[in-house]
């Protein structure tokens, strides 16, 4: 086994045995408690969650030499067992994932950021533990509770509530927003963390200290840990109904540290950011028939980006109405994302928002051109179930920049010790600034088809066509081909 790897399991491991101890020594023993091991074995469950995905891509090429259509495979299965018992939690699942036929000389699109990460293999493929936690709830006092081992983190996904729409909602537009576990990707993303949480009925306290594990795109040490990234967290919600009625608040903090190699090239020392913020999301009656829905979000975030000082914010509203007793059950939001840029990236104070690492698929196209940076995103979301079985969201974006000075930027965090994360921006070492527009502010538009269909309660087929429409600022970064198409289609299971 490969040392780093060997390592990674190790530490998930041990942060796992400690947990067990801590509970197996705990004043009254769990032997005591169980009423008998039949019982307690009808607790445990094994299952398996598989999918297969076909991508084609044609598209955003800066010179005709370069590879500008292309198509490949990923296939991915999660073996699991999870134990729940009415204190104590266990779960562990392993992950096989990989990819066929990458394109060896694209310059765009996923195909070519899985082959820039695995080159020169177009097949890469990796077997790790994709999740391994300890959860306990009422530990020690009524309503708190510990996530102790390898994990997922979603900010902004703290408290869920038995309302379908209200925790769409959160899940679908509050989630991951900074922190997320980028699952649309075909290795995915994880953490080593402790998280803890205290419930009361009208309040939730939530916090955690997080290693980033590399993953997304990165096949061939997927699950390492990244030594020098960090996250630490905590969350304070006012539950639904508690301060607004039908509404959710939150306040929040997080810092985040990144001291490799290749982020101190980019910027010329550590980053170590701080964001505090604050998001609302309400789900009101409208007359007889509907349902207004509410959303707003909102962070600042300052510290050190290298060398220069970090002074950026973020803010995202959005709207929505949907007739909930039609049968179709159409739903119209509509939505606008603002991150801040920097007029001037070369000064000593760095004004472009930072997007740490989050879950930037569902939010600003799912073509994922763009990320949270230098970023004025107004979009229109339309959802229509079809049938019982059948759903379809259509989304429209328009993507312009609020400095023409800065940087087109994208992507979606660390995955590896070798890249940075985000495409765009000054380089402290080369003094270069990648992806200009040229005085451009206007991106482009976007414009996306999602169907998915549920077969039964466990399988379920998805397709996406997407296109994005390159303006004046896309021709200055690829003026070959600045408009794209991309296409998947997808088979989910469960079992």
């Known amino acids: 086994m490969d040392a780093d790897v060997y390592r990674s ?27 008998g091991l039949k019982q307690e074995l009808e607790r445990v469950q094994v299952g398996i969650e598989s999918r297969l995905r076909y991508e ?40 096989y994932a990989s990819a066929f036929d990458l394109p060896e000389n694209a310059v765009s699109g996923p195909g070519y950021v899985y ?32 996530t102790l081992g390898r994990q997922g983190i979603r900010d902004g996904e703290e408290v869920l509530y038995d309302d379908a729409d209200f925790d769409w909602l959160k899940k679908n537009r509050l989630s991951q927003r900074l922190i997320g576990c980028w699952e649309w990707t075909n290795v995915a993303r994880r953490y080593d963390a402790l998280s803890i949480s205290y419930q009361r009925p009208t309040i939730c306290l939530n916090g955690f200290a997080a290693k980033v594990l590399s993953g997304g795109f990165e096949y061939d040490r997927a699950y390492d840990p990244l030594n020098d990234v960090d996250l630490f967290g905590a969350t304070l919600t006012a539950k639904k109904g508690s301060l607004l009625g039908n509404s959710e608040t939150r306040l929040f903090y997080i810092y985040y540290r990144d001291d ?16 505090v913020g604050a998001s609302l999301v309400g789900l009101y009656p409208a007359g007889d028939a509907g349902l207004l829905d509410v959303l707003v979000w909102a962070t600042y975030q ?81 959802l229509l179930k079809l049938s019982s079985r059948l759903e379809l969201q259509i989304e429209g974006h328009v993507f312009g920049l609020h ?15 070798k890249t940075f994360g985000y495409l765009g921006g000054y380089n402290v070492t080369s ?5 200009l527009t040229h005085g ?3 991106v482009g538009a976007e414009l996306d088809l999602n169907l998915t269909y549920y077969a039964t309660s466990g399988l379920s087929f998805a397709g996406t066509y997407a296109r994005f429409f390159g303006a004046e600022g896309a021709r200055a970064v690829y003026p070959a081909r600045s408009n794209a198409d991309w296409v998947f289609l997808q088979v989910t299971g469960r079992f």
């Not at 000064?347 to 569902?362: I, R």
Request: with cysteine; net charge negative; charged share 20%.
């Open 9 to 35: 399991v190790r530490f998930s491991m041990t942060a796992l045995t400690s947990a067990l101890m801590l509970v197996f020594s705990s004043s009254q023993s769990l032997a005591l408690q169980w009423p």
């Open 56 to 95: 084609w891509w044609r598209g955003l090429e800066p010179t005709e030499a370069s590879e500008d259509t292309y198509d490949f495979y990923h296939i991915r299965v999660r073996p699991y067992l999870s134990y729940v018992g009415t204190q104590y939690s266990l779960f562990i699942q392993a992950q």
């Open 115 to 146: 082959y820039s990460l695995s080159a020169p293999h177009d097949h890469p493929d990796a077997i790790d533990l994709v999740d391994v936690y300890l959860r306990a709830k009422d530990f020690l006092v009524e309503g708190f509770g510990f």
């Open 260 to 275: 490799r190699d290749i982020s101190q090239e980019v910027t010329g020392g550590t980053l170590k950011l701080h964001n």
């Open 302 to 382: 300052w510290g050190e980006y290298g060398i220069a000082d970090q002074a950026a914010y973020a803010v995202i509203v959005e709207a929505g109405y949907q007739l909930k007793q039609l049968a179709v059950r159409p739903w119209l939001r509509l939505g606008c994302a603002h991150a801040s840029g920097d007029a001037r990236p070369e000064s000593g104070v760095h004004k472009t928002f930072f997007n740490l690492t989050p879950t930037n698929h569902p939010y600003y196209g799912s073509m994922d051109t763009i990320a949270l940076s230098n970023l004025i995103n107004p979009y229109v979301q339309f």
């Open 403 to 417: 400095k023409d000075r800065d940087s087109w930027y994208s992507g979606s965090g660390p995955s590896s010790n």
């Open 431 to 435: 003094g270069e600034i990648r992806r």
């Open 440 to 442: 451009h502010t206007l």
